[in-house]
C-alpha cells in the first residue's frame, strides 16, 4: 500500500484554549509537499502530530508507512555523538567488538560489516567529513543540520518530515537539501519560507484560519493561483459592502416611511370621527407593524454585516502585513562603521577573524557572506560591541540595532505592547498601536508575552519596535532575517526595507531575500579574511 497521511477531523487547542485547527480533514500522499502558512497557524505543531509527538485535542491522524523526522539540534548533551545521532552507537560498539576477535558466535550474526561504510556515504553527501565519534557540541549549527538530514536519510523512511531543513545553513548546505529532495522518491513534508525551495515542490498546502488548501506545482504557481484569489476577495469584499450600505439605506427609508404612516395616523385620530375601540385596533396593528419591521431590518442588516466579515476575513488571511516607515535622516556620505585591522576571537592566540578592515559610507546595503562557521556571527559580535578585538578598532559612528536570530532585545517577561514602548518611549497610545498593527499585532494581539510566541512571531515583534517607532535607527543589522519569518511577513519586511533609507548589513544564505532588498556589495568571509567585495 502507497505511503499516506490522513487527518480525520482533527483538532487541536493551546494550553491557552486557543484553537488552532478544527475539523480539519485532509491527506498527503507520497509527493514533495511544502506546507507554508503565518507564524502561529500552526505548521509545526501539526508535524509533531503526525509524528505523534503531540496528540489531537480531537480527531486523529492514520500513517501508513513509516515516517522520519529533521530534527532541530539548537541545544545538544555534551555527550551526544554524531553515533548517538544515527541511532547506531550499539551496532558500532559490536562491530568494534568482531572486529577485535571478541565477539560470540552469537554476535557475529548481528554484525553490520557495512555499517561504517553507509555512514561515511552518508555524511559525505551531506557535505561532513567526521568520525561517527565526534560530539555534537564540537559541530556549528549548519553542521548539525547537515548531520540531521544524513541521519534521516540514512533512516529511508517513507515520509520525510521537514521542519524548515534550510535554516542556519550556508549556500552549499541549501544547495544539498535541494538535491536531496529533487531526488527523493518516498513522500516529503517540508514546513519552509525558502522560496527557492518550495519552487520544487509537488504540491504547496496552505494552513490558514479557514482550514487547509492544496494548490499543484511549486511556488511560482501557488503565488500565481493566490494573487488571483486575493483579486476575487477584495470584489467580494466591496460587493457585500455595497449591499451593506444598500440594507442599511432601505432599512432607514423604510423606518422613515412607516415613522410618517404612523404619524398621520395619529393626527387623523387627534380629530376625532374614529371609534375608540378601533382607535386602539390600529395602534395595536401599528406597534406590531413596527415590531415585525424593525426585526426584519436587524435580520437583514446583521446577514449583511455577517458577509461583510466573512469577506473582511478572507482577505486579512490573504493580504500581506504593510510596512512603512519613516525616514531614518541618515545623511548621504555619512561615515557609518569602520573596521580598523581587526583580528578578533573567543579565546586568546585562537584569532577566528585576521586582519579585518571596512568602511560603510551611507545608505550602503551590504551582505556579509561565507560558510558556516567563516566567522560571520563573530564580526557582528564585533561591530556590535559584544566582543572586544584581540587587535585593531570597530566604530559605529550612528545610531544602530541589532536582531539576531533570538531577538535578544525584547524582554521575553513583558508583552509586545510594553517591549514597544520601552525601545520607543516618546511614543504615545495610539502610535503604539498603530506602529503593532502594521506588523499584524493588533488589539490584544499586541498584549501576548513575547516568551509564549513562536519564532517568527517573536522576529515580528522586534521588526515592529525596531522599525515601527518614529525615528527608525540609522543602521540596521540583521542575523539571518529570514529563518523564522512566514512568507506572508517576509514579503513585507522586504518591501519595508526597499523603502527604509538607512544603512543595512545582514547575514543572509536567501538569495532570494537578498536581491528583493537590493543589496549592492557583497563582503565574503573564508577563514576568517575577506574574499573580495
Request: glycine fraction near 10%; charged fraction near 25%; aromatic fraction near 4%.
Amino acid at each position: 500500500m502507497p505511503a499516506s497521511i490522513t487527518l480525520s477531523a482533527l483538532s487541536f487547542a493551546l494550553p491557552d484554549g486557543r484553537v488552532l485547527f478544527s475539523d480539519l480533514d485532509f491527506s498527503f500522499n507520497q509527493e514533495r509537499t511544502g506546507l507554508v502558512g503565518r507564524n502561529g497557524a500552526g505548521k509545526t505543531t501539526l508535524l509533531k502530530l503526525i509524528s505523534g509527538e503531540y496528540l489531537p485535542s480531537a480527531g486523529r491522524v492514520s500513517v501508513t508507512g513509516t515516517l522520519g523526522s529533521l530534527r532541530q539540534l539548537q541545544a545538544v548533551p555534551d555527550d551526544m555523538t554524531l553515533a548517538d545521532l544515527f541511532g547506531v552507537r550499539r551496532a558500532l560498539a559490536l562491530l568494534r567488538k568482531a572486529e577485535a576477535g571478541e565477539a560470540s558466535a552469537a554476535d557475529f550474526a548481528d554484525v553490520d560489516w557495512t555499517l561504517e561504510a553507509r555512514l561515511a556515504e552518508s555524511l559525505g553527501r551531506a557535505g561532513l567529513e567526521a568520525e561517527a565519534a565526534t560530539p555534537l557540541v564540537c559541530l556549528s549549527g549548519g553542521q548539525r543540520t547537515r548531520a540531521a538530514l544524513a541521519a534521516l536519510v540514512f533512516q529511508s523512511p517513507d515520509f520525510l518530515l521537514l521542519d524548515e531543513p534550510t535554516n542556519n545553513l550556508d549556500r552549499e548546505g541549501r544547495d544539498l537539501v535541494a538535491r536531496l529532495l529533487a531526488g527523493w522518491r518516498g513522500g516529503a513534508l517540508v514546513v519552509s519560507h525558502d522560496r527557492e525551495l518550495l519552487e520544487q515542490m509537488d504540491a504547496i498546502v496552505e494552513l490558514t484560519t479557514l482550514g487547509a488548501a492544496r494548490y499543484g506545482g511549486g511556488w511560482s504557481a501557488f503565488e500565481a493561483r493566490k494573487a488571483l484569489e486575493l483579486d476575487a476577495a477584495r470584489h467580494d469584499l466591496a460587493e457585500a459592502e455595497r449591499q451593506l450600505e444598500t440594507t442599511r439605506e432601505k432599512t432607514q427609508l423604510a423606518a422613515e416611511k412607516k415613522a410618517r404612516k404612523d404619524s398621520a395616523g395619529k393626527r387623523k385620530a387627534a380629530r376625532g370621527g374614529a371609534p375608540r375601540l378601533l382607535i386602539g385596533a390600529m395602534k395595536r396593528r401599528a406597534e406590531v407593524s413596527s415590531g415585525e419591521i424593525q426585526k426584519l431590518s436587524e435580520r437583514q442588516i446583521t446577514e449583511a454585516e455577517a458577509d461583510a466579515a466573512a469577506a473582511r476575513q478572507k482577505i486579512e488571511v490573504l493580504e500581506t502585513m504593510a510596512v512603512r516607515l519613516p525616514s531614518c535622516r541618515l545623511p548621504p556620505g555619512r561615515m557609518v562603521l569602520t573596521l580598523s585591522g581587526v583580528s578578533a576571537g573567543y579565546v586568546p592566540d585562537q584569532a577566528i577573524l585576521h586582519d579585518l578592515s571596512l568602511e560603510v559610507r551611507g545608505a550602503e546595503r551590504i551582505a556579509l557572506a561565507g560558510a558556516n562557521g567563516s566567522g560571520k556571527s563573530t564580526l557582528l559580535n564585533v561591530i556590535t560591541g559584544a566582543l572586544t578585538p584581540f587587535e585593531g578598532e570597530a566604530r559605529v559612528h550612528v545610531p544602530f540595532v541589532m536582531l539576531d536570530q533570538e531577538v535578544s532585545l525584547l524582554d521575553p517577561a513583558e508583552t509586545i505592547l510594553g517591549n514597544f514602548r520601552r525601545l520607543n518611549p516618546q511614543a504615545d497610545e495610539n502610535g503604539c498601536r498603530a506602529a503593532l498593527a502594521r506588523f499584524r499585532f493588533r488589539a490584544d494581539a499586541a498584549l501576548q508575552p513575547v516568551a509564549t510566541l513562536s519564532g517568527g512571531e517573536r522576529l515580528r515583534a522586534g521588526l515592529a519596535c525596531v522599525l515601527g517607532g518614529a525615528l527608525p535607527p540609522q543602521l540596521l543589522i540583521l542575523d539571518e532575517p529570514t529563518n523564522h519569518l512566514d512568507i506572508a511577513s517576509l514579503e513585507a519586511v522586504e518591501a519595508g526595507l526597499v523603502a527604509y533609507d538607512g544603512a543595512v548589513i545582514v547575514v543572509s544564505h536567501d538569495e532570494a531575500f537578498l536581491a528583493r532588498i537590493g543589496i549592492a556589495r557583497r563582503l565574503e568571509l573564508r577563514s576568517g579574511r575577506w574574499t573580495g567585495s
